[in-house]
């Protein structure tokens, strides 16, 4: 999907979440249509309703904004408060349209929710990360890695760090520099701490650096 646009991202993941919703309203009146007798305008006021909601939802917060392959337990949780919310909410429309509810068809049509989008948003990022790394491992030339120095040994550098561990690229981190003289000779996440911000020339040239990237979100590269 990196050719096309954000708002055709964010288009296609609207109509995915979309579809998830109303595959799992199906999917619950299949499973009850012996149990629970509701008129047809019930289930489509129930499931529109649901599906503007969340939708609405969504766009307000940001929800489709997120890439799915950089989906983490904290857009998890996200998604099953949105889910949660529009469920409730539509559940409280509709007894008040039709002066009745089934608790039952709300309820399994919110578990398989809950179990369609996030869970095709997993299923993203784990073939997206599978794709990249079989692309990595099948580099035979290991020349092209960018070695790389990081400015700063805090909570930036250990997440700049995490995340290349866990998605594999050509970025090969040398060493660290900090300013703070307590963190000198200890190493972040197995990195070494080379030195402070004035080392920076003497380390480029002696572990023949090819990038330095700052990982202290609040400093500007004039600063060093």
Same mark, same amino acid.
Not at 16 to 29: G, H, K, T, V
Not at 42 to 50: D, F
Not at 151 to 170: D, K, M, Y
Not at 199 to 205: A, S
């Given at each position: 999907?990196?050719?096309?646009?954000?708002?055709?991202? &964010?288009?296609? @993941?609207? =109509? #995915?979440?979309?579809?998830? %919703?109303?595959?799992?309203?199906?999917?619950? $009146?299949?499973?009850?249509?012996?149990?629970?007798?509701?008129?047809?305008?019930?289930?489509?006021?129930?499931?529109?309703?649901?599906?503007?909601?969340?939708?609405?939802?969504?766009?307000?917060?940001?929800?489709?904004?997120?890439?799915?392959?950089?989906?983490?337990?904290?857009?998890?949780?996200?998604?099953?408060?949105?889910?949660?919310?529009?469920?409730?909410?539509?559940?409280?429309?509709?007894?008040?349209?039709?002066?009745?509810?089934?608790?039952?068809?709300?309820?399994?049509?919110? &578990?398989?929710? @809950?179990? =369609? #989008?996030?869970?095709?948003? %997993?299923?993203?990022?784990?073939?997206?990360? $599978?794709?990249?790394?079989?692309?990595?491992?099948?580099?035979?030339?290991?020349?092209?890695?960018?070695?790389?120095?990081?400015?700063?040994?805090?909570?930036?550098?250990?997440?700049?760090?995490?995340?290349?561990?866990?998605?594999?690229?050509?970025?090969?981190?040398?060493?660290?520099?900090?300013?703070?003289?307590?963190?000198?000779?200890?190493?972040?996440?197995?990195?070494?701490?080379?030195?402070?911000?004035?080392?920076?020339?003497?380390?480029?040239?002696?572990?023949?650096?090819?990038?330095?990237?700052?990982?202290?979100?609040?400093?500007?590269?004039?600063?060093?």
């Amino acid at each position: 999907m990196s050719k096309i646009n954000s708002k055709k991202k &964010m288009v296609i @993941l609207m =109509f #995915i979440d979309s579809l998830s %919703i109303i595959l799992a309203a199906l999917l619950a $009146y299949w499973l009850l249509e012996n149990y629970v007798m509701l008129p047809n305008r019930y289930y489509y006021v129930m499931i529109g309703i649901t599906v503007l909601i969340y939708g609405a939802l969504g766009v307000f917060r940001h929800l489709f904004a997120n890439l799915p392959y950089f989906t983490g337990l904290h857009d998890l949780i996200f998604h099953v408060k949105m889910l949660s919310f529009a469920f409730l909410l539509s559940a409280v429309v509709s007894s008040v349209v039709f002066q009745l509810v089934s608790y039952r068809y709300i309820f399994l049509t919110y &578990m398989f929710s @809950l179990v =369609f #989008i996030p869970g095709i948003r %997993i299923v993203w990022r784990v073939y997206h990360e $599978y794709t990249e790394k079989v692309d990595y491992r099948g580099k035979e030339d290991p020349s092209g890695k960018i070695r790389t120095l990081l400015v700063g040994a805090g909570e930036g550098g250990r997440l700049f760090i995490s995340s290349l561990i866990h998605r594999p690229n050509n970025i090969e981190i040398i060493g660290i520099v900090d300013r703070d003289e307590k963190k000198q000779q200890y190493r972040l996440m197995g990195i070494p701490v080379l030195g402070n911000e004035a080392d920076i020339p003497d380390i480029v040239t002696k572990y023949g650096i090819n990038q330095v990237t700052i990982t202290i979100p609040s400093m500007k590269p004039q600063e060093l």
